[in-house]
């Protein structure tokens, strides 16, 4: 087959003129088989918006092709990984893994490649009763803090955007890619250049992964939550674990720990038990909500109408004097900002989108970056201070987990908002309008203060005194990390490996996935 990059179709023309334009860029004869190997937006100038594409097809003249076009090559499509199976002692016990979002289901996938026994335990629901139990909560404000936006079977991004963009070039990130695919994700996250699932696919896709995890050699409990660890010699022999009331003890070969950032009590577990936790850099700030149709036209200019393009996003940064940075993250084209709490009392927000990404209103994390200094390098200060803005946001959205709303234009203005504009707010059960500085510290309404109108400089817009912010957001990363030595083992616990987002190696759902596929190489590596 040939490959043949930088096609280039104009965004008036759309999709359907590719492959003309692939027989036309190197005169194929015969084109056949086409597929599309990676696409993306070429936006820079707004008068020539073009989609740009990657193709691999067979032709009848491809020794031809290859001869007179610069830059066809020849391409065979890639094998699948293969896996070394691992040769077991008997009687070894299985590798339990903690957490079933993308570290502890990707773990525990590279453990059943290779024939290792596995027990995931999670504390909270499957997908399917979870997904009731955060409808309840955005319909009635009635938090279940077992199973939650947060806890519960695919983890933190189950109720998201997924979005599977990663900053590595690490060759399990097409892994991943391609084992999501295979359970159910769109196939098209296997060549946009910004891939995404949406919650309505993420759904079927953990669980056709809970089906295929279960098939191949790996057990499942739900509602076990892992409160505390089994030491032998100071070597982690397995966890000990609480469902429905009733306390077991669970022996395993390996424990491969992937709480997530927001299991709290999980982490004042591993300080009792010996781990060394240290702080981390993360932030904190706000969600804020845009029309998408405004968004597109700052964007994309007078194309945007044209209906060939996807929504498009943003990704702005602004360093200030006083060395903070204050930042978009997490933006969800055409999505709503979630209720995403997790303690009873504390407000937190997301975003999340369907995969048309076909809601009025575009939401992106406006964050505040903040440092271990801030806490004088005390972790769990630290989280006294996410839990701090939490219920700080819950006291002024008047409980019920009503979140804090403000108009852009009264924040710089600093007056309270009294109702919306032509942006309506998505957050349910509902927003409450007031100011944001009665709950959000000083140094972050200063940041964003300073931030909103350069950011609007590079997006027209962006600043628009109707955009609304929603408070408050805290859980965008981990504010720890859980330290372990080359290899994988956290230090001073031989045999737990920390891992994912929770310990502090990732920041994702994808590289938090291949975080996962590393412990578990880590442990196929310790067994033999
Ligand atoms: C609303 C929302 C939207 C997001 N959108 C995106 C996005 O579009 N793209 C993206 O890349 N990232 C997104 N993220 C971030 C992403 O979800 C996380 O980076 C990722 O899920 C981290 O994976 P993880 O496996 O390390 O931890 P988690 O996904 O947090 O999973 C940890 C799991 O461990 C379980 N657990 C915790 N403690 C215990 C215990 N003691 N015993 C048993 N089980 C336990 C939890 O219940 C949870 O299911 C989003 C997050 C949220 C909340």
Known sequence: MIRLSGIRIPAKTGESGLWAEAARACGARGLRDGRILKKSVDARKKDDVCLVYSVAFSADNEEDILRRVRGAENWTPALGPEFPAVDLKEGTPPAVIVGMGPAGLFAAWRLCRSGVPCILLERGRPVERRTEDVRRFWKTGELDETSNVQFGEGGAGTFSDGKLTCGTGDRRIRWVLEALASFGAPEDILYLAKPHVGTDRLKSTVTGMRRWLTEHGCQVRFETKVTGLLTENGRVTGVRATCGGTESEVPASAVILCPGNSARDTFEMLREAGAKLSAKPFSVGVRIEHRQEDVDTAQYGQTATLGTLPHSDYKLAVHLPDGRSVYTFCVCPGGYVVASASETGGVVTNGMSEYARDNENICGGLLVSVTPEDFDNDPFRAVAFQRELESS??????????????????????????????????????????????????????????????????????????????????????????????????VGLPGLYPCGEGAGYAGGIVSAAVDGIKAAEAVCRDLV
Do not use: H
């Open 393 to 490: 946001a819950f006291r002024l959205g008047g409980g019920g987990y009503a979140a804090p709303a403000q108009k852009v234009g009264d924040f710089l203005r600093n007056i309270p908002s009294c109702g919306p504009g032509k942006v309506i707010p998505t957050y349910k059960p509902r927003i409450k309008w007031g100011k944001l500085d009665d709950c959000l510290p000083g140094f972050v309404c200063d940041a964003l203060r300073q931030a909103l109108p350069q950011m609007g400089r590079k997006i027209r817009g962006f600043d628009d005194p109707d955009a609304v912010l929603t408070a408050v957001e805290t859980r965008s990363s981990c504010p720890l990390r859980i330290e372990r030595k080359t290899g994988g083992n956290a």
